[in-house]
T-cell receptor, first 115, second 112 residues
Framework: NAGVTQTPKFQVLKTGQSMTLQCAQD?????MSWYRQDPGMGLRLIHY???????DQGEVPNGYNVSRSTTEDFPLRLLSAAPSQTSVYFC??????????????FGPGTRLTVL | SQQGEEDPQALSIQEGENATMNCSYK?????LQWYRQNSGRGLVHLIL?????REKHSGRLRVTLDTSKKSSSLLITASRAADTASYFC????????????FGAGTTVTVRA
């Protein structure tokens, strides 16, 4: 298994540009989520999904959209990039629907810089 | 808002020494997890402790949970250079099983 994969690894955007961060898992996990990590802070939850066709907001959803059309993929879209969205983005998944009772598997991260 | 907070923020120890870090949280929980993050990498799950457990071991790791004090500790015994990493505790956000909340982490440096 490849586990959780994320593309790209690095990205530089200009303010106002849009882009999609890709996340895929091949473990047939029900739960997938996106976090952002800023210096000196823990991970903050952006959006999550408990299964295909179901998504919900996390702690910091503004400026981001998600969709879950398949079990494997959970892309994160930045609608109009802002410098405040400069961060490292992590995708995670777990087998069952609740991340609090199950091991979360993390991808390697995407380092995004918005100029 | 973050549910858990780790203490200390940073810790530097000699190889072979023990490392202890603490996590305090605000609201009642069902489970608490600890994760490790090596520099520039994603997080790796270390251990999960349930609210009805007081202590759990995994190799050189020992985790305790005191629900009356809303706190947990992670002990790494006989530390190695490879233990150099950031360690995070994670709990469910206030009564929401679908949202995992992470603290800011403890950065551990093990000196050879």
């Amino acid at each position: 298994n490849a586990g959780v994969t994320q593309t790209p690894k690095f990205q530089v955007l200009k303010t106002g540009q849009s882009m999609t961060l890709q996340c895929a898992q091949d473990m047939n996990h029900e739960y997938m989520s996106w976090y952002r990590q800023d210096p000196g802070m823990g991970l903050r939850l952006i959006h999550y999904s408990v299964g295909a066709g179901i998504t919900d907001q996390g702690e910091v959803p503004n400026g981001y959209n998600v969709s879950r059309s398949t079990t494997e993929d959970f892309p994160l879209r930045l609608l109009s990039a802002a410098p405040s969205q400069t961060s490292v983005y992590f995708c995670a998944s777990s087998y069952h629907g609740s991340p609090t009772t199950d091991t979360q598997y993390f991808g390697p991260g995407t380092r995004l810089t918005v100029l | 808002s973050q549910q858990g907070e780790e203490d200390p923020q940073a810790l530097s120890i000699q190889e072979g020494e023990n490392a202890t870090m603490n996590c305090s949280y605000k609201t009642s929980i069902n489970n608490l997890q600890w994760y490790r993050q090596n520099s520039g990498r994603g997080l790796v799950h270390l251990i999960l402790i349930r609210s009805n457990e007081r202590e759990k071991h995994s190799g050189r790791l020992r985790v305790t949970l005191d629900t009356s004090k809303k706190s947990s500790s992670l002990l790494i015994t006989a530390s190695r250079a490879a233990d150099t990493a950031s360690y995070f505790c994670a709990t469910e956000s206030a009564f929401n099983d679908y949202k995992l909340s992470f603290g800011a982490g403890t950065t551990v440096t093990v000196r050879a």
